[in-house]
């Protein structure tokens, strides 16, 4: 039986990937923070009963912690999610942004080397590592990447910590470049899920407005249960290497907020105000992937763009009280 660790496990990305390995047979390790609230809600259903699902406390910033898992699994298999993700919170919280996303990347990276060098190594990369407004796109992995926000200044330097494990040490130290990806398990205070979860409750009556930043960016967004599967796929290759996963195509803000007003029979004009507040320091104007290196591999993203709104704020309808 192969084993893996999954920091960031709570989140969305890990509590699908979590659901794939073990479905695959694999037992599965996953690292949760101590937090003053339960944040265990998209991973509970794997906690009870099932002998295949641990969980330990960790951090990141903690070497101790990670190293300790580490050495007591020896992991087949290390993916790592965790990371402080908001690309705005980061302006907030520079600091411990790179302290959890860059050094806590070096933390994992020394752990493996020193203790598990036979583990497999994948690394959360992000299409926020690109972001030069006038960049000619679709963005492919040889695309120049000047970040416009700490988060994604942390994400290009946990990207090149995973290359010089890679090419210095020979350690199977692997990457994918992941454009956004949404779900009904996507945290509240992104775009997407702020906009489907406000859409389901005015059109119950629970809520009569939706206040939102810069409508204008573009972004290429993806359905993450798929592009899960692609980090597996990417982690189960011979060599280790860079990956974009994304779908090719791009929509603004305004056209997610549009079409998720629209299915419900409203019009977002009579909803919607902006507020400078949740506008950015710097924004990336412009995503759009180019996802054909891993589409050589066989993956090809299948959920359309219309389709992962109404299944948001389906999903939102259906349980309109739920975090
Ligand atoms: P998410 O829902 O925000 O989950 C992030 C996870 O990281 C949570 O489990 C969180 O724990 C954990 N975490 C935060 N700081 C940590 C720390 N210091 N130590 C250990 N764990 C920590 O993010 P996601 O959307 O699943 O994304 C997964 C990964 O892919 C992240 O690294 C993200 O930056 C990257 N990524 C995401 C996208 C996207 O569009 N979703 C695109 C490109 C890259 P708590 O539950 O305790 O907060
Ligand atoms: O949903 P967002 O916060 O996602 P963003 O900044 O693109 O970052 C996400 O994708 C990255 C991959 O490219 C990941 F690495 C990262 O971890 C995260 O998952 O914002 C999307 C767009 C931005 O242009 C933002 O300015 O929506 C705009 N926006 C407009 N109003 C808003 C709002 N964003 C948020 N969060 N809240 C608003 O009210």
Redesign the pocket.
């Known amino acids: 039986m192969k084993k893996a660790i999954i920091s960031g496990v709570t989140g969305q990305d890990g509590s699908y990937l979590a659901e794939l390995l073990l479905s695959k047979g694999y037992e599965v390790h996953g690292i949760m923070r101590r937090l003053s609230s339960f944040a265990s809600a998209r991973i509970d259903h794997l906690i009870v009963g099932n002998p295949n699902f641990h969980t330990y406390h960790g951090d990141l910033t903690d070497s101790p912690s990670i190293s300790g898992i580490i050495s007591e699994v020896k992991p087949d298999e290390f993916y790592n999610l965790g990371?402080m993700?908001?690309?705005?919170v980061s302006f907030e919280v520079p600091q411990y942004t790179l302290e959890s996303n860059a050094v806590g990347v070096l933390n994992v990276l020394e752990a493996l080397r020193k203790l598990s060098p036979h583990t497999k190594f994948y690394q959360a990369s992000?299409?926020?590592m690109f972001g030069v407004p006038g960049t000619p796109a679709p963005y492919n992995e040889n695309t120049p990447m000047i970040p416009q926000?700490p988060?994604?200044l942390s994400?290009l330097a946990a990207f090149h910590l995973t290359r010089q494990y890679r090419d210095g040490y020979g350690m199977f130290a692997t990457t994918g470049i992941?454009?956004?990806?949404e779900s009904p398990r996507r945290g509240g205070?992104?775009?997407?899920k702020?906009v489907s979860k406000a859409v389901a409750k005015i059109k119950l009556g629970l809520q009569d407005s939706l206040?939102?930043?810069?409508?204008d960016?573009k972004?290429d967004w993806g359905w993450a249960p798929e592009f899960v599967e692609a980090i597996y796929l990417i982690m189960q290759q011979e060599k280790p290497d860079i990956y974009v996963v994304a779908t090719g195509e791009t929509h603004t803000?305004r056209e997610f907020v549009e079409e998720a007003f629209s299915y419900v029979g409203l019009e977002s004009k009579k909803f919607v105000r902006i507020d400078d507040k949740?506008?950015?320091p710097n924004?990336?104007?412009l995503?759009l992937g180019d996802a054909s290196k891993i589409e050589k591999l066989g993956w090809k993203p299948k959920m359309k763009f219309h389709e992962i709104v109404r299944a948001m704020v389906d999903y939102d309808l259906a349980h309109p009280n739920e975090n």
């Open positions: 990371a993700s908001h690309v705005k992000s299409s926020e926000s988060y994604g994400k992941l454009f956004n990806h205070t992104f775009v997407t702020k206040v939102l930043g810069n409508l960016a972004r803000i949740y506008k950015r924004e990336v104007p995503l």
